[in-house]
Every structure is written in C-alpha cells, then in structure tokens.
C-alpha cells in the first residue's frame, strides 16, 4: 500500500458487500433512494453531497460527487457557491462556540 | 472490450432498421474551435461541399423520401450554396433541421439566411453546452457566450422558440469536459430556469448529448490524462436497452464529397456505410434493413446510460 487513499479504490466501494452482503444491500438501497430524484432534484442532491463531502474532508466522496454533481448539470458555479456554504458553517460553528469562551473566560476573569 | 464484443455479450447485433433521416454534412469549415468537437472542424478547415455535390444530395433527396433532413458541418452557414439547399430540401421533408452554432449565424455572409430559415420553417438546433459563460466559454472560445445570448435574442425576435410560433428552437447541451451529460428532462428545467429568468431567452426543447471522444475531443482526452477514464465510464456505463434506437440505424449520412456513411461519427472517423465508399450519385436505393453497421470504440458514447442520438436522450431514464 503507498497511500491510505487511492484513487482507483473508490471503485471497489461495492467490496463492502463482502462478508455482510444483507446489510449492504439494505445501505446501497437506501443510497440509491436518497439520491433520486424527489422533492429536491437530483442536482441539488449532487450539490449537498459535494459540499457534506468537503465538510467531512472525504476524498473519495470529493471525487465521486465533483464529477456527480457535473454529471447532474451544476455548474461551476453553483459547486462553489456550495463549498463557500461550507465554509460559512464551518466558520460559523466555530465562532458560535466561542460564546463558550466568552462565558468561561467571564467567570475567570477578575 | 471492443464495442462489437460488447454487443455479442448481450446477443445484441447493430443493423441498419428502415432508413428515416438524411444527415448532410456539408463541410468542415467553422468559425469556432470548440474542444469537444468530434471533427476537429474550424476556421482551419477547407472542406465544403461543392455546387455540384450539392445537386447530387438535392437529386438524391428527391428520389427517396426522408422524413428528417438535418444539415450539419462544420457551420452550415459557411456554405454558399446553403440557401439552394433549404429551398431544395424544405418542400421534399416533413422537417428540415439545420444545427447553428450560433455566432455563424451572426455573420455578415449568414445576414439573409434568418429570414430563409423562417420562410422555409427550418428547426434550429443551436448548440449551447452551458446556461453559464465562464463554462461555455471554456469550450467555444473567448466572446462566444454574449454572441451566442446576443444569436439567440434576435432568433427569439423573430419568432424561433416562442409559444404558438411553430418555428422550433432546440438547444443541444453536450458537457463541458470528461464527464456524462445530466438527464434531458432535469436539464432542461435548468437551462429554461436559467435562460428565462437571467436573459429573458425561451427555447422549444433542449436536447443533452455526450462527447464522442474523436477528434479534437479525444486529442484533448489523452492530453489532459482523460481517455482511459473517460473510456472506462462510457463502456461502464454501457445500457443494451439503447441499442434498437440508436441513429445509425435510421440515419444514412452523407460527407461533402458526396460519400455514404451510417452516422456523423463514422464519417468522423472513416468508417464508411457498409465498409466501402459508396457516392449518393451511385446509390440506387435505401440502405436494405438487416445489413451491418460499422463500429468503433466512440460507439459506447451512443450507449452509455440514457443512450443518445442527435435527437438527444433515447430514453431519460439512467442505465441501471
């Protein structure tokens, strides 16, 4: 192995099956439903996977739901604005927690 | 796995069905060198069909009915002697399409042929790959997004892609790069959500195709590292459900010299209507149905998933 992450593996993701075939077929069933088209289109669908990818910083997922989300007619245009929503919960997660600080630092402080 | 093992793997043979749809390509020569084009066309291209040529598709044209004719190049508009072909063809088909690449159309040499187009109710098939401009842009060059909005205002003017005009406007959205078209269907929501509320543009219908990976497009493949992937999706994706409607079946395409082939990709890459040139001066008769079609590895672009002929999507439904 050279990489933990290699490209040419995400292929193999159906290998999951192995060993817990019932229990596979149970997850890529309820994959395959999530991601048709609903009450939100598939594009859209696409769009939140990308972004959900890059929150969760998965490689695999990037790669698979760049090109889904292409595939699924989103421009360059909406994927970006997707990871700047990313960004902004990412951020704003972060910053929301420092009301924590605020109140520890507070109670510290003389 | 070559294309035709593919076929025997599911007891599949590619023949020839009745022939409906006279496909002219009417040369090379393009204003545009867009990076999927499957002939490589543009502004360094001199192909273009001879006068003469022109009334041999025209005698020939009359001699058998085809419900479809669609001219394509190359721009068509380039061609001189296009407006002989729309007044020759229109009055011997039920539909006459003519596939513009927008700034063509914008030409000086093109200013009379709007009002040809809508005289003789020609559809406009308009190749618009993306409803943004940084992407399209990307594959059509510097400047072609307004000219082609700009195209697309003045076709709207005059009636093209307005309800209750009858004159068809048609947009083909092939993708942007190495990756498989969306669903027609979900497309076009998109593209008329797009065009409509940002540009005030309507259209009749979108049609999405695939990058067949000849010509400038696979030369783009392999530099960018794309082909193997590419290949490997499109053949992956392989749906035997595509094969009874794809066009080379219906279609018979003819090049601007004159020569037969079963599709405008086998004229891409050579392969000629029954394995040898045949001139549509010396055809007697239709292309007997049951007689074999040439193929070549770019027939899985035809296959893959939804399956797609020039008509767009054979079925909006995935490959499963």
Known sequence: MDTYYDPNDLVKFADIAKDAPQLADKFFSYYNAVFAEGALTEREKALIALAVAHALQCPYCIDAYTRGSLEKGASLEEMTEALHVVGAIRGGASLAHGVQMRKIAEKLLQ | MTFGNTLKKHNLELLRDETTTLQINVGLACDLSCRHCHQDA?????????????????????RHHFSTIDITGGAPELLPELPRLLAGLAPVTDQLIVRANLTALAGPEAASLLEL????????????????GSQLEAQRGSGVWQQSLAMLRTLNAIGYGREGSGLELLL?????????????????????????????????????????????????????????????????????????????????????????????????????????????????????????????????????????????????????
């Open chain 2, 42 to 62: 543009g502004p360094h291209r001199s192909e273009r069909m001879s006068p003469e040529v022109v009334g041999e598709v025209l005698a020939f044209a009359r």
């Open chain 2, 117 to 132: 187009y809508r005289k003789h109710r020609v559809t406009i098939a308009a190749s618009l790959p993306a409803s943004n």
């Open chain 2, 172 to 320: 083909v959205s092939n993708p942007t790069g190495a990756f498989l078209a969306p669903g027609q269907s979900s497309a076009e929501r998109k593209f008329r959500g797009d065009l409509e509320r940002r540009h005030g543009i309507t259209f009749t219908n979108l049609l999405t195709l695939v990058n067949v990976p000849l010509g400038r497009f696979r030369s783009w493949l392999e530099s960018s590292g794309n082909l193997e992937g590419y290949m490997a999706t499109l053949a992956g994706g392989f749906n035997p459900a595509t094969v009874t409607g794809l066009m080379c079946r219906t279609f018979l395409s003819v090049d601007w010299n004159g020569y037969l082939y079963d599709c405008d990709f086998n004229l891409a890459s050579g392969k000629p209507h029954g394995g040898i040139h045949h001139h549509i001066r010396d055809l007697a008769g239709l292309p007997e149905p049951g007689s074999a079609i040439p193929t070549g590895d770019y027939c899985y672009a035809c296959t893959a998933g939804a399956g797609f002929t020039c008509g767009g999507s054979i079925s909006d439904r995935e490959a499963v």
